[in-house]
Antibody, heavy 121, light 107 residues
Framework: QVQLQESGPGLVKPSQTLSLTCSVTGASITNGGFYWGWIRQHPGKGLEWLGYIYFTGSTHYNPSLTSRVLMSVDTSKNQFSLKLSSVTAADTAVYYC?????????????WGQGTTVGVSS | DIQVTQSPSFLSASVGDRVSITCRAN??????LNWYQQISGRAPSLLINVASSLQSGVPSRFSGSGSGTDFTLTISSLQPEDFATYYCQQTYDMSRTFGGGTKVEIK
């Protein structure tokens, strides 16, 4: 059974870089049938797509966040990561990692439980 | 950017009711529309792929329809465990925007 688990600091200072890691168990991240994605949910609000990465390192980001987002993958650890630079209070959210089937247009079929990140001095 | 608008944003219904939620895109997105369920405090879970394909393990009372700009999620007979918030997501372009959500509560 595939499971995803987010980890990282729960609090980040304004203007700094938010860094999260998603650990994948039960499947290899090098399975070519999937991308690996990030989504966030602001407190009491809806969902926002951040982007995804393929095990080769190829990335696709939400155009609205491209200038601040960087995703990477570590196949040796079966993990992928998110960095979001120059954070403000507006980046306070629950951050989820998820698996993205490469089947054209298919949805996020496995999710992590989410991790809450606050931005405050 | 492609925007997707869900309606209603809030829905009150009883166990056994037939419930429909709609999602409208501001441009054609073919069938590239997925539906998710989010129970309070938990991660979303996938219900429907590409407008009408039921995700494995999801009860058959859930169904999806539509193409182009207008889509519908239907729950044929609402069960107690279905009280949750439902989101649509377009996967036509890289913004992969989500709708604002529909909260289904017990009448």
């Amino acid at each position: 059974q595939v499971q995803l688990q987010e980890s990282g600091p729960g609090l980040v200072k304004p203007s700094q870089t938010l860094s999260l890691t998603c650990s994948v168990t039960g499947a290899s991240i090098t399975n070519g049938g999937f991308y690996w994605g990030w989504i966030r949910q602001h407190p009491g609000k809806g969902l926002e797509w951040l982007g995804y990465i393929y095990f080769t390192g190829s990335t696709h980001y939400n155009p609205s966040l491209t200038s601040r987002v960087l995703m990477s993958v570590d196949t040796s650890k079966n993990q992928f990561s998110l960095k979001l630079s120059s954070v403000t209070a507006a980046d306070t959210a629950v951050y989820y990692c998820a698996r993205v089937p490469r089947l054209s247009g298919y949805g996020l079929d496995v999710w992590g439980q989410g991790t809450t990140v606050g931005v405050s001095s | 950017d492609i925007q997707v608008t869900q309606s209603p944003s809030f829905l009150s219904a009883s166990v056994g009711d037939r419930v429909s939620i709609t999602c409208r895109a501001n441009q054609t997105i073919s069938i590239y529309l997925n539906w998710y369920q989010q129970i309070s405090g938990r991660a979303p879970s996938l219900l429907i792929n590409v407008a009408s394909s039921l995700q494995s393990g999801v009860p058959s009372r859930f169904s999806g329809s539509g193409s182009g700009t207008d889509f519908t999620l239907t729950i044929s007979s609402l069960q107690p465990e279905d009280f949750a918030t439902y989101y649509c997501q377009q996967t036509y372009d890289m913004s992969r925007t989500f709708g604002g959500g529909t909260k289904v509560e017990i009448k």
